[in-house]
Every structure is written in C-alpha cells, then in structure tokens.
C-alpha cells in the first residue's frame, strides 16, 4: 500500500489549490477526483454562468451607450463558446497536468477505510497518507415540493443542467432568489424565456442589506422578470410537455422548466467519515481556525459549509497548505467579497448594518448615488444607475461593511474588502486620491456622508 504526504479528495477550485501549494513544495500527493478535474465551478458554475451571462449585459451596455445600438444575440455562437470553457466536459488535459507535476491521479470516488494513518479507498486502491484533504464541495439542494420527485429529469434543473443548456426554455419557475435565482432568472429572461422567481423569504438576495433587495427587485421589474416575495411552490404535477406548479397564495402557472436555486448542501455523506470515528454536521465539516477537522485530517471549500464560493475554497486551500507545511496559519474570513453577477453587479463584503448593530457596534451607514454624484456612470451608460452603502464603526473609526450596485461592482468592491480587512481608518480612506471618472470615487462621496 503506497504511503503519501497528503492525499487531496475533490478537484474542484479548493483542492487544485492544495494540490498544486503541496506540488510545489516537492510533497508527494495523490488527488482523487470522481468526476471531473475543475470541479463544479469550472464546468457547472461559476465559469459557465458568467460566460452566459456577458453576451447578454454586453447586448445591455451597447444599448445603453451613446451612439450604439442593441446587438443581436447569438445563441448557438455563445452555446459553442460556453462549450469551449467548461472544456466540453473533458478533462483530460487537467489530469495529464497534474500527473506531470508528479501527482498521483486517481479518478473515482473516494471514502475512508481507516485512520491512524488516515487510510483511503479509491476502487480496488487503498492508499495512506500523513495528511487528508476533504474538498469535495456541495450539491444542490431539492426543496421537499409535493410531486417534484414524479417529473421527468428534463423538467427540472440543478445549476448543472441550467448551466449546460442547449436551448433556452419558452419559460422557468426558478425556486430561490439569491444568487444562483438571481444569475440564472436574469439570463434565462434576457435569453428570452418568461422567467417567475419564488422566493420564500420576504426579500430577494436575503443575506444582503435589504436596499440591495429593492434595488434588484426594480431591475428585475424593467426585466419583466416576475417575482413572488415569501411564498412556496406547494406543488408540481406534470402538465402536457411542461409542469404545472401551485404557489402556496394558490397562483398556478405553467412553465416548461422548475430551475432550483434554494441553496447548497455539503457533499460529504459519500466519504464513509462516520465509520472513522469522523463527525459530520449538515451544515458542513466543522473545522477550526486552521482548516482542521482533526489532527491530519484537513478540510475547505464547500464542504466546510464556511463560505459557498470558489475565492474562500481557494483560500482556505492556501490556509490548510501552509498548515500541512508546518507554517501555523490562521484563516480570516472577516472581508469576504460577495458578489452576484446580475446587471447591474451586486456586491456586498463585511458586516450588513444589521449584523453589525447586533455585535453592538455603534453603526454609521451612509450611501451614495452614483449617477447624482458621479461622473464616471455618465461616462458610462447614458441611463446610469448605481448605489454605494458603506457601514462604518463610529467608535473604531473604520468600516466593518460596504456594498454596491452597479456597473463592475465586483471590481471595486475591493477597495472595501481591503479597507476592512486592514482597518484602515476612515480619515486615512478620506485622504486617498481615487483616479478620475472611476466608479472608485464613489467611495470619498459615501464617506464624507458617514456622521461620523
Ligand atoms: C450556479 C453557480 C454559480 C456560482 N458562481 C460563483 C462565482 O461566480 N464565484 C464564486 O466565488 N463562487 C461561485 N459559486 C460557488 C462555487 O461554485 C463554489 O463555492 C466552489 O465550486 C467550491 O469549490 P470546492 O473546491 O469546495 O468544490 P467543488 O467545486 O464543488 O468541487 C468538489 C469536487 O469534489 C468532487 N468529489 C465530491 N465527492 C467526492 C468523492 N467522494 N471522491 C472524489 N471526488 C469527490 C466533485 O466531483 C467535485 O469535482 C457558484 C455556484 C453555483 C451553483
Ligand atoms: N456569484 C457567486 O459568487 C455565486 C453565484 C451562485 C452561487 N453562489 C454560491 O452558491 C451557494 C448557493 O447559492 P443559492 O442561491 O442556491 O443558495 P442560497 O442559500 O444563497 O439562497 C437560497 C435562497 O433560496 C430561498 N429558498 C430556500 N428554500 C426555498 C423554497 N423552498 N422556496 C423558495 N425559496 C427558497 C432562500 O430564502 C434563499 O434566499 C451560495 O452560498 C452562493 O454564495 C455564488
């Protein structure tokens, strides 16, 4: 039986960073993956949604500058493109790389057999290791709907069938509005489907600040996107060649398509951890500070249930490397951006002003209109939109939270990300030079509205 430094179990963006930290450091490593090398997000995710979704905010943006007209959208060029990302569902090229950095490769499904040393199976293999990564991510959740298990496959979507679509649906019932909701309703109804969101919350986006809700909600309303605030499906029967769904206010609508977008659950009920002695929780594999579940078992991504997205799965896998390497590193999730890539963005990092009145910290909160104080959304689009919401600590004098929408969001969110990460304060962020017309200036406004 082969004995290795580490053996990494899920391929996805936590264990590539691993695998990759540990390579480099001259370990000997197996990577076990049962699907595919890139994991969910580089075939049925993040990549894939954000090549759906450009072409459509591209068409948007183009309308919306001067001198331009709406470009047509072309559906089978941009199928054929999403095909060429997510690599046609093949990687083969991903193994032969890591199998050429000296890994051992194993392609099948992981589960513990022994401990002390961790000892895993991979089909007929067992191997042993010092250290055992667990990155085997999340699946979609299927909401407990009355008849949603008798539809046929092809009438319910998980993001992995939304995500490698071949045509577009006349119509969708998304169930969840957050940001798998928000991403793929907006791009199914830009593609032209009829697209009817149910949210059982009473906010779209409902771990954001709640003007992030209203804002997307007035999006979604000039999108003719239609959405249903704090209802449930309560049930779905086949209907012809559609689905025929009842909301629990008693609203019935056919759709061709339910999409689910009501959350994620750690995937980790395969990995046989129970008959090691290992607890697991629903929420995920409970680990400390460091990324461990206990000494030489090691855990990140999805599966840790911390933070659903591929930057902390990343990160985590730099955290748990140094660790596995002897550096004694601590993870600090304290500015983690979050971002929905609708259009406009959607992008909040820190404390919501909610959350930080209930750590009792004395909440300043201050917003900005981007178009009424700015020149750069001009510059832009001539019908701007966009907004800045800063959170700031008066006591401390920095801020805690930020969030935004608008035009790339995603991108300068960062200077908050950084601001509260490194507690710069407040008169220090007052003194800093933005570059001019930039969505970044947006900042010095909201600022000097903080009452401070
Ligand atoms: C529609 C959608 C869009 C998203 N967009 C973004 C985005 O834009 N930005 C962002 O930051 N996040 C996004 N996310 C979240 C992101 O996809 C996840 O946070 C990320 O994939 C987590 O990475 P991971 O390495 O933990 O797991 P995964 O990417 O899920 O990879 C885990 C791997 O483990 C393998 N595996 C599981 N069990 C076993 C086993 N027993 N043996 C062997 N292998 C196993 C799986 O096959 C999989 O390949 C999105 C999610 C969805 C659903
Ligand atoms: N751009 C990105 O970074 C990105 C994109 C997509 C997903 N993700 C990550 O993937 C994870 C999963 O995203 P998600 O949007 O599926 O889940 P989520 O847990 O973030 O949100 C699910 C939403 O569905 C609602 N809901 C739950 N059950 C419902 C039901 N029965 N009927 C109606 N509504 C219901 C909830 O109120 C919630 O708002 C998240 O952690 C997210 O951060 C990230």
């Given at each position: 039986m082969e004995h290795l430094d580490a053996i990494?179990?899920?391929?996805?963006?936590?264990?590539?960073?691993?695998?990759?930290?540990?390579?480099?450091?001259?370990?000997?490593?197996?990577?076990?993956?049962?699907?595919?090398?890139?994991?969910?997000?580089?075939?049925?995710?993040?990549?894939?949604?954000?090549?759906?979704?450009?072409?459509?905010?591209?068409?948007?943006?183009?309308?919306?500058a001067a001198g331009l007209s709406r470009p047509d959208l072309d559906w089978p060029r941009l199928r054929e493109y999403r095909d060429q990302m997510i690599r046609h569902l093949d990687d083969t090229k991903q193994v032969q790389g890591y199998e050429d950095q000296g890994a051992l490769v194993f392609?099948?499904?992981?589960?513990?057999?022994?401990?002390?040393?961790?000892?895993?199976?991979?089909?007929?293999?067992?191997?042993?290791?010092?250290?055992?990564?667990?990155?085997?991510?999340?699946?979609?959740?299927?909401p407990p709907i009355d008849g949603l298990d008798s539809l046929d496959a092809s009438r319910v979507w998980t993001n992995r069938e939304a995500t490698t679509l071949t045509e577009i649906p006349r119509s969708a019932l998304v169930i969840g509005g957050s940001a798998?909701?928000?991403?793929?309703?907006?791009?199914?109804?830009r593609m032209g489907a009829a697209v009817t969101i149910v949210q059982r919350g009473p906010r779209l986006v409902d771990r954001e600040e709640p003007r992030l809700c209203e804002l997307i909600s007035d999006q979604?309303?000039?999108?003719?996107?239609?959405?249903?605030?704090?209802?449930?499906?309560?049930?779905?029967?086949?209907?012809?060649?559609?689905?025929?769904?009842?909301?629990?206010?008693?609203?019935?609508?056919?759709?061709?398509?339910?999409v689910l977008a009501s959350g994620?659950?750690?995937?980790?009920?395969?990995?046989?951890?129970?008959?090691?002695?290992?607890?697991?929780?629903?929420?995920?594999?409970?680990?400390?500070?460091?990324?461990?579940?206990?000494?030489?078992?090691?855990?990140?991504?999805?599966?840790?249930?911390?933070?659903?997205?591929?930057?902390?799965?990343?990160?985590?896998?730099?955290?748990?490397?140094?660790?596995?390497?002897?550096?004694?590193r601590t993870a600090d999730y304290t500015a983690v951006p979050r971002v929905i890539f609708s259009q406009p963005e959607i992008a909040g990092v820190g404390l919501t002003s909610r959350q930080a009145a209930e750590q009792g910290i004395d909440t300043v909160t201050a917003e900005a209109d981007l178009p009424g104080s700015l020149a750069r959304p001009w510059t832009y689009a001539t019908d701007p939109r966009g907004t800045l919401g800063l959170v700031a600590d008066r006591g401390r004098g920095v801020l805690v939270g930020a969030w935004a929408f608008g035009p790339l969001a995603s991108e300068w969110i960062h200077t908050a990300a950084l601001a509260i990460r490194a507690e710069l304060p407040v008169a220090t962020l007052l003194d800093s030079i933005p570059q001019f017309p930039t969505f970044n200036e947006a900042y010095l406004i909201a600022l000097e509205k903080l009452d401070m």
């Open positions: 990494i179990i899920g391929m996805g963006p936590g264990g590539e960073t691993v695998a990759s930290r540990l390579l480099e450091a001259g370990r000997r490593v197996a990577v076990i993956e049962r699907e595919l090398v890139g994991g969910e997000c580089a075939y049925y995710a993040c990549v894939p949604t954000k090549v759906l979704l450009r072409p459509p905010e591209a068409r948007e943006e183009a309308a919306g392609k099948g499904e992981a589960r513990f057999v022994g401990r002390d040393p961790w000892r895993v199976a991979v089909g007929d293999t067992e191997l042993t290791a010092e250290h055992v990564v667990v990155a085997t991510g999340s699946e979609a959740v299927r798998v909701g928000v991403e793929l309703g907006q791009f199914l109804s979604f309303a000039r999108d003719g996107v239609s959405v249903h605030l704090g209802t449930q499906v309560a049930s779905v029967a086949r209907d012809g060649d559609g689905v025929l769904a009842t909301l629990d206010n008693g609203d019935r609508l056919h759709v061709e398509v339910v994620r659950r750690p995937r980790t009920d395969a990995l046989g951890l129970g008959a090691v002695g290992v607890e697991t929780e629903r929420a995920g594999l409970p680990v400390d500070g460091r990324c461990r579940v206990e000494p030489g078992l090691w855990a990140i991504g999805d599966a840790t249930g911390v933070s659903m997205f591929t930057h902390v799965a990343k990160y985590q896998g730099r955290v748990a490397a140094d660790n596995i390497l002897g550096a004694g």
